[in-house]
C-alpha cells in the first residue's frame, strides 16, 4: 500500500534559521507530490507541486522542495524561515493520476521563536 | 484561485441525530470532490471521493451508510452523518480538483462537528 512518512511530528526553530522538513513515500512508478501548509485556523493551501522536469521546484513564500527519486523523498526547505511561517506542514502523493487522490503524512508542526 | 466554501463551520447535534454538511466550489465546476476527516494533531484521512452524478467511492473502513455522500451537481457535494456518535465528532474537510486528474487539489475551511 502507498504510504507517506513525515518523520518530524514538532519541529522549532528560531527566525532566520534554515528549514529541512523530510518527506518519504513509498510507491515506485510515478508519482505527483505535493507540499500543503496549514496556518492556525485556516484551510490547506497549496505550497508547490512537483509533476515532472526539473526536481527542484519553487512554491510560494521562499519554499522550495526537491524530488530525489532514488530516495523516494520530497523534502520541504526554507534557507530563512519567518515567524510567520508558524504551521502545520503536510507531505502529499498522488500515485494515480487518473483518479486525482492523493495520500498525506502525518504532518509536521512548526513552531518559529520570534 | 479557486475557493472551496463549507457550511457549516461548525455544528453540535445530539446523539443519533443526523448532519448534513455541504461543500461548494465557489468559482469553478468540480467533477470531483473529496471528503477527508482529521483528529485532532492529526493529518487528514482520506473518507470518499465524490463524482457528480455517480456514486462515491468510499475508502476501507469507512461505513457508506452512515456517511451519506451526494454531489448533485458541479459545485455541490453533501456529507451527511446519520446516526452520530459522540466518535463522529472530528473535523470534516473536503476538497475539489480544479482541472486535470492527479492535479492538486483545493481544500475547504472545514466543519468542526460535535456529537454530544
Known amino acids: 500500500a502507498q504510504s507517506v512518512s513525515q518523520h518530524n511530528h514538532h519541529v522549532i526553530l528560531s527566525e532566520a534559521a534554515s528549514l529541512e522538513l523530510g518527506c518519504n513515500y513509498s510507491?515506485?512508478?510515478?508519482?505527483?507530490l505535493f507540499w500543503y501548509v496549514q496556518y492556525p485556523g485556516q484551510h490547506l493551501q497549496l505550497l508547490l507541486k512537483?509533476?515532472?522536469?526539473?526536481?527542484l521546484v519553487k512554491g510560494i513564500k521562499g519554499f522550495e522542495a526537491e524530488f530525489i527519486k532514488s530516495k523516494f523523498s520530497f523534502n520541504l526547505r526554507k534557507p530563512s524561515v519567518q515567524w510567520s511561517d508558524t504551521a502545520e506542514y503536510f507531505c502529499?502523493?498522488?500515485?494515480?493520476?487518473?483518479?486525482?487522490?492523493?495520500?498525506f503524512g502525518s504532518g509536521t508542526r512548526l513552531s518559529i521563536r520570534p | 484561485g479557486a475557493v472551496v466554501s463549507q457550511h457549516p463551520s461548525w455544528v453540535i447535534c445530539k446523539s443519533g441525530t443526523s448532519v448534513k454538511i455541504e461543500c461548494r466550489s465557489l468559482?469553478?465546476?468540480?467533477?470531483?470532490m473529496f471528503w477527508y476527516r482529521q483528529f485532532p494533531k492529526q493529518s487528514l484521512m482520506l473518507m470518499a471521493t465524490?463524482?457528480?452524478?455517480?456514486?462515491?467511492?468510499?475508502e476501507q473502513g469507512v461505513e457508506k451508510d452512515k456517511f451519506l455522500i451526494n454531489h448533485a451537481s458541479l459545485t455541490l457535494s453533501t456529507l451527511t452523518v446519520t446516526s452520530a456518535h459522540p466518535e463522529d465528532s472530528s473535523f470534516y474537510i473536503c476538497?475539489?480538483?480544479?482541472?486535470?486528474?492527479?492535479?492538486?487539489?483545493?481544500f475547504g475551511p472545514g466543519t468542526r462537528l460535535t456529537v454530544t
Open positions: 476538497s475539489a480538483i480544479l482541472g486535470l486528474a492527479g492535479d492538486q487539489q483545493y
Open positions: 510507491y515506485g512508478g510515478t508519482v505527483n
Open positions: 468559482d469553478f465546476q468540480a467533477t470531483t
Open positions: 502529499a502523493v498522488n500515485a494515480d493520476s487518473s483518479a486525482s487522490k492523493i495520500i
Open positions: 512537483y509533476f515532472s522536469g526539473d526536481p
Open positions: 465524490s463524482n457528480e452524478g455517480s456514486k462515491a467511492t468510499y
